[in-house]
């Protein structure tokens, strides 16, 4: 192997799969133990190495990186197209090695340690809410069992809370109570640790210039804002706004053949956490749209006069996402424009 060797990568928990070629296009294979890696890229001159985007890979991305190798992530489902028969680690890495060069591919940017830690208070956070709806739904049921109803919403479950740790006799049996205090405490409890968590999420977003920039444009608020700059690395990746809004699934699934276009309904592909928060704030912007004088809302208010409110919020989101990559490559606030 000498100066320009390009490597497939697949990485695991333990067994790792190396398979390459250098300039002279001998090809060469190595399978490693985790405790190998690193020792064993150090005597590696300087190479191309591509991995697929996984959990663990922009870890190794930035510790081979360090080692003066140039590491490219690819997103899994491109790769798949390069496994020609059956499938093993060995197979991937070769798939990792012939996808690599492709003059098409496209690749992913590698994250920070910063990114990686601010967008996993995030998917705690979504896990935490989960397990609240969880859990309030259930005492919902338990407490409908007896007659005991309340209204939709945070308050409603207050009440139900109110209830069941109150000291009334009589509306509620004592076993029942007993079963119904454990989910009471950890209701609150995941209350508790949800809101600590926000709590951090909106001290690195105050500590992040460019998050506090995103927040200036309509329907993106601090959770939305921290979520797209921890998870795009680097914007330049994608060419324009639409092909931003279309890795976030938020533009039409195309069926076109012979010259006719045909549009279905949006792809859904890329993020869906980036995604869904995208259009909860667009649902935000449409309910205050009539009260707002700035270019897009009076422009999604428009819509909603023509189109479902569902689709105008999804439209509305697509024009956020094309305004989020405008700001972040030009480094510019948002501008409002009047109507």
Request: hydrophobic share 45%; with cysteine; glycine share 8%.
């Amino acid at each position: 192997m000498d100066q320009g060797s390009t490597i497939g990568f697949d990485i695991a928990k333990h067994v790792f799969q190396v398979h390459g070629s250098d300039r002279q296009g001998q090809v060469f294979r190595r399978k490693l133990r985790r405790k190998e890696v690193l020792s064993y890229f150090e005597q590696l001159p300087p190479s191309v190495i591509g991995m697929e985007a996984c959990g663990s890979a922009h870890y190794w991305a930035r510790k081979l990186t360090a080692l003066g190798h140039e590491v490219r992530l690819m997103p899994a489902a491109y790769v798949k197209a390069y496994v020609k028969r059956q499938k093993n680690d060995a197979v991937d890495a070769q798939a990792c090695w012939e996808a690599v060069g492709r003059p098409t591919m496209r690749f992913v940017a590698i994250k920070s340690e910063e990114q990686q830690s601010i967008l996993m208070l995030h998917r705690v956070r979504e896990l935490l809410v989960r397990q609240r709806t969880q859990t309030s739904n259930a005492l919902r049921g338990h407490l409908a069992e007896f007659g005991i109803i309340a209204k939709q919403g945070t308050a409603g479950t207050d009440e139900l809370l109110a209830l069941v740790e109150g000291n009334e006799e009589g509306l509620i049996p004592a076993l029942a109570r007993t079963a119904l205090l454990v989910l009471a405490g950890q209701l609150r409890e995941v209350r508790a640790k949800i809101a600590e968590i926000e709590r951090e999420i909106h001290a690195w977003h105050r500590s992040n210039p460019l998050s506090r920039r995103l927040e200036t444009a309509p329907g993106i608020g601090p959770l939305t804002a921290s979520a797209i700059v921890a998870t795009i690395a680097d914007p330049s990746c994608f060419k324009s706004g639409r092909q931003f809004s279309a890795w976030l699934g938020l533009t039409p699934n195309e069926n076109s053949t012979g010259g006719k276009q045909r549009l279905g309904r949006i792809t859904r592909a890329g993020d869906p956490y980036l995604r869904r928060l995208l259009v909860v704030g667009a649902h935000a912007v449409l309910r205050y749209s009539g009260n707002a004088k700035s270019a897009p809302t009076r422009w999604a208010a428009e819509l909603l006069g023509k189109k479902p409110y569902t689709v105008a919020a999804v439209a509305l989101a697509n024009k956020m996402a094309r305004v989020i990559w405008a700001m972040m490559t030009k480094g510019e606030a948002f501008r409002a424009v009047a109507a």
